[in-house]
Every structure is written in C-alpha cells, then in structure tokens.
C-alpha cells in the first residue's frame, strides 16, 4: 500500500542517489506493470525503440533492462536508490514526489506523461447506481487507498456530493488490492469487496460479465480526459543521462503513434507479453482503440489533481504550474 507514511519513509531511508547515477549508462533499467495503462512502456520494449533513439543520439549498444517492481513503493525506492532509471506511476504520485523532494538531492520530477486513461467504479450491487447508494456494507477494490489517482477521484466525487469538508467519507469503504484480485473478488461474488474502481483493461472485462454495471467514471468527476500515468525520473539521473532521457522520450512518442496506427498488432504485443487468456484480438484491438484512451505524452488535468491533493492538505504546496513537476523536455506542449 503506498500512503503519506510509507512514501515518507521511502524518501527518508533511501540513500542519496547522486553518487551513484553514471552518466550516459551503458544500461538502462525501466520498470513497469502490466495493463493497457502501460501499453507505451510494452512497445518501447517489444519494438527496442529505446535501443533505436539511444543510437541514433549517439549512444550505440546500449542494453534495456525491463522488471516489473511490485507497486509504486517499491519502485520509488529503487529509483532513489539509483537503482533503476524510469518508473511510471500515477499522476498523484508524481504530485506527491515533487511536494517531498523538490529542491533536494532526491528531487524527483515527470519527464512525460504516459496516457490519458479513465478510472471506472463498477459493483456487483444492484443497488448502488451513484455514490450516494455506498453504505458502510459495500467495499471498494482500488490499488492504493487515500494517495492513489483512484483513491483521489473517489474523494473529489465525496467533496462535489457532499462538500470539501466530506471529501474523506468514502474512504473507511476502500481497500487495497491489485487490479486482478480486484477484478476476482467482484467478479466470484464470495467477497465482501462488491466495487472495484478498476483501469483498463479490467473495468472492460468487468463490464461484460453478467450482474456488474458501472456507477461513475472519473473523466465525469474531472470534467474530461485527465492524465493516468507518468515516467518518473531523478533530477541525478536526468542531469548526468541527457541523452538517455531524449531517446526514452522520443522512444515514447513513436510507441504512442504505432499504437494509434496499428491497434490490431498492438493487441497482439499486448497478449503476448501479459499471457492474457480471457480477450481476443479483436477485442482487445477495440479497447485499445478505445477513444477514452488515449496515448500521449501531453499532461491533462494534472494540476487538477494537485490543487485538490493541497486543499485537503496532501501537499504542503500548490505548483504554481503543471510544468513545475515536469522536467524541461516535457514542457513544451499544451499541457494542463
């Protein structure tokens, strides 16, 4: 579970990263998860577009090393640690780094983001069609309570409904869980966990099976598209491995437009890399073609979150811009 402590203790217990970030690594570690949320990160690496970009800055022979870390905890660490070079968590995390570690040694900022991408609370309750149906009896799936985007989107729904002062009410219903055992537990109905406030490509299994409905999406909350994920670096790193940095970025970008450009055989990366058994190409090409998805490097609605994360105080400060929380690279489009 990432929260306020876990995270705090995170920054405090990892030693200082700039000793030990080389400049220009012969090797570049990225970590990532699985979902269509990371689908960009899954191109770069199926297609070597990182490889492709580093050679062409001048920076032939460079080796990718891709892992999988177990949720956002464990990769802030490594990448404190000097351990690993990107990691992709959600925007909130980002709002939360940048809060803790501007201005130090452990600054940590976004070089992109990696997509816009709903979240979507579905339940096996017949009963709940708004928020306002929640009871102390149901509980809510989401992949980190009070600090996750999905945590975050559930509280400003809470504060539209019933206030700012209320913007907590619905918390004591959620619970942490992975996206998958998320989906089980709502799915087999023996759980006391009837909602999952899922991302894709769960929230699409989950619409199919019969007896789930949905009850909000959050680009209803937010007012439209809003940033999911983002690639998170050090300043050490980003500072001592400018090159790397423009071929992760331009890597990035290419992988973007292949996806738009080929979503049948951008599902079957997608299959193929995941070992997912439960959608066809098809159906998987339809998601991903999904026109609520959409993969960009362009932050939206980033400061959204930030401003509310700082009027319930879960950070210290406001950025005065979403630039602020992203490295010079970054910054030059129409951002929000």
């Known amino acids: 579970m990432l929260n306020r402590r876990s995270l705090g203790l995170s920054l405090l217990a990892s030693p200082f990263i700039s000793h030990r970030v080389r400049a220009e690594n012969s090797v570049i570690r990225i970590s990532k998860q699985y979902g269509l949320g990371y689908m960009s990160m899954m191109v770069m690496e199926h297609e070597h577009l990182v490889e492709r970009h580093a050679a062409k800055a001048g920076l032939p022979g460079v080796t990718l090393e891709w892992s999988v870390l177990g949720g956002p905890g464990p990769q802030i660490d490594a990448l404190l640690a000097g351990q690993i070079g990107f990691i992709g968590p959600g925007s909130t995390t980002l709002a ?14 976004a070089l992109s983001a990696l997509q816009s991408m709903p979240f979507v609370l579905m339940t096996r309750n017949p009963a709940i069609h708004a928020i306002t149906d929640l009871t102390e009896h149901d509980k809510i799936a989401l992949p980190g309570v009070k600090i996750t985007g999905h945590a975050l989107t559930l509280e400003m729904a809470a504060a539209q409904q019933w206030g700012v002062a209320s913007y907590d009410r619905l918390d004591s219903l959620t619970i942490t869980l992975s996206h998958p055992d998320a989906m089980a537990a709502v799915l087999g109905g023996q759980s006391e966990i009837d909602c999952h406030l899922a991302s894709s490509p769960f929230y699409y299994y989950e619409q199919k099976a019969p007896g789930v409905h949905q009850v909000f999406k959050s680009y209803d909350v937010t007012g439209g598209m809003h940033t999911n994920g983002v690639m998170l670096t050090s300043k050490a790193y980003h500072d001592a491995n400018p090159r790397v940095c423009a071929a992760v970025l331009a890597a990035q970008q290419e992988a973007n437009d292949f996806i738009r450009a080929n979503p049948l ?6 299959l193929a890399m995941t070992g997912d058994k439960q959608a066809s190409v098809a159906q998987m090409a339809g998601w991903v073609a999904d026109p609520d998805v959409v993969y960009t490097t362009v932050p939206m609605k980033v400061m959204d979150f930030a401003a509310f994360m700082h009027k319930v105080g879960r950070l210290k400060r406001q950025p005065d811009s979403w630039k602020d929380m992203f490295f010079e690279e970054g910054q030059g489009v129409e951002g929000s």
Do not use: M
């Open 265 to 270: 055989q951008t599902a079957e990366i997608y």
């Open 96 to 109: 939360t780094l940048w809060d803790k570690t501007a201005g130090t040694a452990r600054e940590i900022k």
